[in-house]
């Protein structure tokens, strides 16, 4: 048994045309020649916001308008009609290679047409809910509910039994490193394992608090994402890094203040805008998947 979807309906969306003319250029040749672009067009009355009709498709005024304009604004000389005319003709060969490339399946077949349309959609969606301008109490509600993620990384003061390796594989380096985890575990005087079982390190810890960007520096980044995982005076397993195998314990955590509305409006109402855009793309989601007959294998392979 196959899965298959079918839609009896979708919301509406402001999603624009999808840009799939370099998969479907390559069809320029056939569908010209089907088409018999060659012959004079028809005419005859359109609505007012239509400039041409391509097997019932309409092209709207306002694209061709908009395209007209950007020829304009390449050009020195004012446009003539033939350029006019010749902009016309290239929204009508765009139409016509769409709608082939539609009947010929590739929006199904062609993974980059598949890509393009569902990132135009999503695009759409995103977009359409993200650019709304959010409420001075919708901003103030949402920054309180969002304090902790607008604070800072905070500090962090810790410090290390470094083992120094000399060899890929150090099997006496690592049972040292596993002996300072133990005894510090153990409760044991931090000076006194160090001085016992380590090496001095390239960079020795400050005695200080220092923001994660910074212990960085020194610890590299596997062992500051162990430092950052520790609770207050806990010790952790030994970290190996290039250098050798690092004993951790964290002393003290410092919270960053979190900063007032006013001093990272900005921030705040990018991640409002980004955060609403992903509810919208969930709904909208959720509501196509609602309004299809999807038949699925059970159980799956």
Same mark, same amino acid.
């Given at each position: 048994m196959r899965s298959s979807s079918r839609s009896h309906g979708a919301p509406a969306t402001g999603a624009r045309r999808p840009q799939v003319l370099l998969v479907l250029g390559a069809l320029a040749g056939v569908v010209l020649a089907a088409a018999g672009l060659s012959a004079p067009a028809r005419s005859g009355a359109l609505p007012a916001d239509v400039v041409a009709l391509v097997n019932g498709e309409p092209i709207r005024t306002d694209d061709y308008t908009r395209a007209v304009q950007g020829v304009a604004n390449d050009k020195r000389e004012p446009l003539t009609d033939a350029d006019r005319?010749?902009? =016309?003709?290239?929204?009508?060969? *765009?139409?016509?290679?769409?709608?082939?490339?539609?009947? =010929?399946?590739?929006?199904?077949?062609?993974?980059?047409?598949?890509?393009?349309?569902?990132?135009?959609?999503? !695009?759409?969606?995103?977009? !359409?809910?993200?650019?709304?301008?959010?409420?001075?109490? !919708?901003?103030?509600?949402?920054? !309180?509910?969002?304090?902790?993620?607008?604070?800072?990384?905070?500090?962090?003061?810790?410090?290390?039994?470094?083992?120094?390796?000399?060899?890929?594989?150090?099997?006496?380096?690592?049972?040292?490193? *596993?002996?300072?985890?133990?005894?510090?575990?153990?409760?044991?005087?931090?000076?006194?394992?160090?001085a016992e079982l380590g090496d001095p390190p390239l960079s020795p810890l400050p005695d200080v608090a220092l923001p994660p960007a910074k212990l960085r520096d020194y610890l590299g980044p596997t062992a500051l994402r162990t430092v950052l995982g520790l609770g207050v005076d806990e010790v952790s397993d030994p970290v190996r890094s290039a250098a050798g195998y690092h004993v951790l314990q964290v002393v003290e955590r410092q919270t960053d203040a979190v900063p007032a509305l006013d001093d990272i409006r900005p921030q705040v109402v990018a991640e409002y805008r980004r955060r609403t855009g992903e509810r919208a793309l969930r709904t909208y989601l959720d509501e196509l998947r609602g309004a299809a007959d999807v038949v699925v294998v059970e159980p799956l392979p």
């Amino acid at each position: 048994m196959r899965s298959s979807s079918r839609s009896h309906g979708a919301p509406a969306t402001g999603a624009r045309r999808p840009q799939v003319l370099l998969v479907l250029g390559a069809l320029a040749g056939v569908v010209l020649a089907a088409a018999g672009l060659s012959a004079p067009a028809r005419s005859g009355a359109l609505p007012a916001d239509v400039v041409a009709l391509v097997n019932g498709e309409p092209i709207r005024t306002d694209d061709y308008t908009r395209a007209v304009q950007g020829v304009a604004n390449d050009k020195r000389e004012p446009l003539t009609d033939a350029d006019r005319r010749r902009v =016309l003709d290239r929204l009508i060969e *765009e139409e016509l290679l769409v709608q082939r490339g539609l009947a =010929l399946g590739l929006a199904r077949q062609d993974r980059r047409v598949r890509a393009d349309l569902t990132s135009t959609v999503i !695009d759409g969606v995103v977009g !359409d809910a993200s650019t709304r301008e959010p409420t001075e109490d !919708d901003l103030a509600v949402f920054y !309180d509910a969002n304090r902790d993620f607008f604070s800072g990384p905070g500090r962090v003061r810790a410090r290390q039994v470094f083992v120094r390796t000399t060899a890929p594989t150090d099997a006496a380096a690592e049972a040292r490193a *596993e002996a300072a985890a133990r005894r510090l575990r153990a409760g044991e005087s931090f000076a006194a394992v160090a001085a016992e079982l380590g090496d001095p390190p390239l960079s020795p810890l400050p005695d200080v608090a220092l923001p994660p960007a910074k212990l960085r520096d020194y610890l590299g980044p596997t062992a500051l994402r162990t430092v950052l995982g520790l609770g207050v005076d806990e010790v952790s397993d030994p970290v190996r890094s290039a250098a050798g195998y690092h004993v951790l314990q964290v002393v003290e955590r410092q919270t960053d203040a979190v900063p007032a509305l006013d001093d990272i409006r900005p921030q705040v109402v990018a991640e409002y805008r980004r955060r609403t855009g992903e509810r919208a793309l969930r709904t909208y989601l959720d509501e196509l998947r609602g309004a299809a007959d999807v038949v699925v294998v059970e159980p799956l392979p």
